[in-house]
């Protein structure tokens, strides 16, 4: 069928080349050829890469006058001519890339705006190479069968040529290195991950559009026989831009949509010439307002019909040989591993060993350092002291791409898929890695063969791991247990010796748990090395053949699940140290004065609180406590509206939260200390302390301030010194004291002992209670058990996002259950 489209298309071209009645109307047409030329080139590198250039006008006038000037000065012919003048813009869109992709974003359009200015100087300046503004005349056209060279030739094959790029467009967008650029542009982070050298991917995507561009000058300057720098200007850059955004960012007809309308359109406005921009600019703000994908994506969306592939049937036995074709019996050794940030040691002197055929599994509190392992062992950290061994091969210190291709795959905490493409494509990028092939063969369509070879076998592997999808569907319109499924699909089609699994299970139902437990394990029995980092205790007790814990960055016990499951330094880290100094506030009041009906809320599509229900009274601290991953955080994110939730009610004295903004809550008594303080680095002590008053309008917010140093004298002596200056417990010390600011009726507070040294856990605890004797309510989540125990007057116990138990601390301080919440039950480490 798209054959059909091709030939319609040249049909059409050609007819309509033959039939054009005079010059004007053939040079309109080959200005649509021309800009069509240069949309394929600035398509790759914006919709298909990412990259913003509002400079391309420069590889343009490169392209015209490398030509013009090999044709005029040097008599060379047409297509000698073009060749150099195709290779010369490449290699400057090369040399220019190569220092800006530095930088990202605006600051990399600001780049390409500075190159081509240069450009237009140049041509301005160097009058004895260029002629100034005097430019070039007589440019020849091209001999076609030695006859005399004509203006509807030269018309025809920019036609020829801007057709053969728009189905290069299309060749290459389904091709590796197309799904390459998508890849790297939707999450350069995951493509690294999977072993694609984002920076030479990044470069190839400058060089293929600065070289198309260039083609589409050199017949720009064939076509009208004369150029000068006036043709060149940042008018020209914006005008190229605006094509692509019009035609749809990415599609196949993109470029030549929006070369028709911006060529055409302006010369219906002849009367009104001087005011081309201020239509253009009107154009693209309507053209964002109600298509912000461009006309073709909008038509596309809504036209498009595909029936849904599904995996073949596979049972847990069939294992893909995809996934172990890389298998041996090599060991992963981790030695001393160290990093630091800040002068905070987040991995301390780590030893780690995981066999072939094992799955360890690294605990931890929340900051113990867990992510931080993975990512030195994936490469996106570098070590401070330290090494990692796979068998004798030495990874320490190699790059990501490196340590992929060596073995060692890995999903994220969050999961990244690349969302713009389907199930099956994140596969095969991931199958690919960084062997995308020649760049002139997958311009000309080669390819597809590999790629059809490859699919059955990817099939195969969203069958084994348990994805029962159309595999050509959006990775953004899937489930969030159907992305954990597909990202751990995406990580074994690297074929690694090593899986690497981020909190693998998080936000997923008991009966998906439960399936990846026997995934896991089947991996495990092929040989594959797996060390997953999990908070469901009762899957890690399950699955483990080691368990190592870390905290505070240290390996505090490393053992079987049932030894470390009784090991009391694990208990403490989890549940934290009981202290007798504590004094629990004393209240009497019943009214609740926050109230949370059936609270269901999530993230998008992961739902991470079930139908939670509690209650704060005046002048009482409670506390809500469990493990990671809980959905503690949420919980106060939520009742704060920072996150709207689903289903449920938050009432503050009888008042619906949802009807306020949160920006508003300061004001109505209710203020959130988040995790991790959350200060203003750049401003001093003194200046976070008034902006914690911002919504007051009385005259006593001085006469506060100095109430808070009383109240926390270290705060005092620091109040001109600037906030990231201050160490973590000084941090959170200002981030209490900014919140009493706003003189709340009550306090929300999220893991406030998160990288406290005991001490100052106990000091900060005092604190809390000796606010609640003076009449404030406090929310505090924690991961301290022992602590909240000692302070709290009630508790709620949240496991998975829902709460399991609550009660008096002295009611339970008795209950197992909350051990089994922090470490899983001790019959999960019965092996199934």
């Known amino acids: 069928m798209r054959y059909l489209y091709w030939l319609g298309l040249i049909t059409v071209v050609f007819l309509t080349v033959l039939i054009a009645p005079n010059t004007y109307y053939l040079y309109t047409i080959g200005t649509i050829a021309i800009t069509t030329l240069v949309g394929v080139g600035l398509n790759i590198l914006t919709g298909l890469s990412g990259q913003i250039s509002i400079g391309h006008a420069g590889f343009f006038a490169i392209g015209a006058y490398t030509g013009s000037l090999l044709m005029t000065k ?152 004369f150029i000068s720098p006036d043709s060149f200007n940042s008018h020209r850059s914006i005008l190229f831009l605006l094509v692509v955004i019009l035609g749809g960012l990415g599609t196949i007809a993109g470029a030549l949509v929006g070369a028709i309308a911006l060529v055409i359109f302006p010369e219906l406005l002849g009367n009104f010439a001087e005011y081309q921009l201020l239509v253009f600019g009107i154009l693209l703000l309507l053209t964002l307002w109600l298509t912000p994908e461009g006309v073709v994506s909008f038509f596309v969306k809504r036209l498009r019909r595909s029936n849904p592939v599904y995996p073949p049937e596979m049972s847990l036995e069939d294992l893909p040989a995809l996934v172990v074709k890389n298998q041996n019996d090599l060991p992963l050794e981790v030695k001393q591993m160290a990093i630091s940030f800040g002068g905070i040691k987040a991995v301390n002197n780590v030893d780690l060993v995981a066999q072939s055929g094992t799955i360890t599994s690294v605990i931890g509190p929340n900051g113990a350092g ?10 996106f950290y570098r070590p401070e002291s330290g090494s ?35 199930v099956l494509d994140n596969l095969q990028v991931a199958c690919t890695g960084d062997n995308l092939g020649n760049i002139l063969t997958a311009l000309l369509g080669r390819g597809e063969k590999q790629q059809s070879s490859t699919e059955s076998k990817l099939k195969g592997l969203l069958a084994f791991i348990g994805y029962r999808g159309d595999i050509h569907a959006p990775a953004d319109s899937l489930s969030f247990g159907d992305r954990r499924l597909v990202e751990i699909a995406r990580a074994l089609a690297t074929s690694p010796q090593v899986l690497l699994l981020d909190e693998p299970a998080a936000g997923l139902a008991q009966q998906q748990r439960d399936w990846l437990a026997k995934l896991f394990r089947r991996l495990a029995n092929a040989g594959i090395k797996v ?46 140290v009981q202290s007798d100094n504590l004094n629990r506030a004393s209240t009497s009041s019943t009214t609740p004065i926050l109230t949370v009906e059936n609270l269901v809320a999530g993230y998008d599509k992961l739902q991470v609180l079930q139908e939670v229900s ?209 470490l899983g039950n001790l019959r999960s480490s019965e092996k199934f």
């Open 531 to 576: 060390i997953a980092i999990e908070h469901d205790m009762n899957l890690v007790m399950q699955i483990s053949d080691r368990v190592v814990v870390l905290d505070r960055g240290q390996v505090i016990c490393s053992g079987t699940p049932a030894q470390v499951q009784s090991d009391r330094r694990v208990l403490d880290a989890y549940l934290g």
């Open 614 to 822: 509690l209650e704060v009274r005046q002048g009482e601290l409670v506390a809500v406590i469990g493990a990671n991953g809980a959905g503690k955080t949420t919980l106060l994110k939520n009742i704060a509206q920072l996150l709207r939730p689903q289903s449920g009610r938050v009432l503050f004295r009888d008042r619906d939260l949802r009807k306020l903004a949160p920006q508003k809550l300061s004001s109505k008594g209710i203020v959130l200390i988040p995790e991790g303080r959350q200060v203003f680095k750049e401003l001093t002590t003194i200046d976070n302390l008034r902006l914690g008053a911002f919504y007051r309008r009385d005259s006593k917010i001085e006469t506060d301030i100095d109430a808070m140093f009383d109240r926390f004298p270290a705060l005092k002596v620091l109040q001109n010194q600037q906030a990231g200056l201050l160490s973590g417990g000084e941090q959170q010390m200002l981030a209490i004291a900014r919140g009493l600011m706003a003189r709340p009726q009550i306090v929300l507070l999220d893991e406030p002992s998160l990288g406290l040294a005991p001490q100052l856990v106990a000091s900060l605890y005092e604190t809390l209670a000796s606010l609640c004797d003076e009449g404030i309510s406090i929310l505090l989540v924690d991961q301290m058990a022992q602590l909240a125990l000692s302070v709290a007057h009630r508790l709620y116990v949240l496991e998975t996002g829902k709460i399991i138990q609550a009660g008096t601390p002295e009611e339970l301080s008795r209950d197992s259950r909350i051990i089994d919440s922090y």
């Open 74 to 225: 040097l008599q060379w012919n047409f297509w000698l001519a073009t060749a150099i003048a195709i290779m010369t813009a490449a290699v400057t869109g090369i040399a220019l890339a190569a220092p800006a992709l530095r930088v990202k974003g605006p600051y990399l359009a600001m780049v390409t705006v500075a190159f081509g200015i240069i450009i237009e100087r140049i041509l301005i300046e160097w009058v004895d190479l260029t002629g100034g503004f005097g430019g070039i005349f007589n440019i020849p056209k091209p001999m076609l069968f030695n006859l005399q060279p004509a203006l509807r030739d030269v018309v025809l094959l920019a036609w020829i040529a801007a057709i053969l790029a728009l189905m290069s467009f299309a060749a290459l967008k389904s091709h590796p290195w197309g799904k390459a650029w998508q890849a790297v542009r939707d999450d350069e982070i995951a493509a690294t991950a999977l072993g694609l050298n984002a920076l030479r991917i990044r470069l190839m995507a400058f060089a293929v559009s600065a070289a198309f561009t260039g083609l589409g000058g050199v017949f720009f300057a064939s076509i009208v026989g």
């Open 370 to 379: 867990k992510t931080t392992l993975l990512n030195l062992l994936t490469g």
């Open 388 to 422: 990692v061994y796979l068998g004798k091969l030495n990874l320490t210190n190699q790059n990501t791409p490196d340590i992929v291709r060596a073995g060692l795959s890995r999903t994220f905490q969050t999961t990244r898929l690349f969302n713009s493409l389907s």
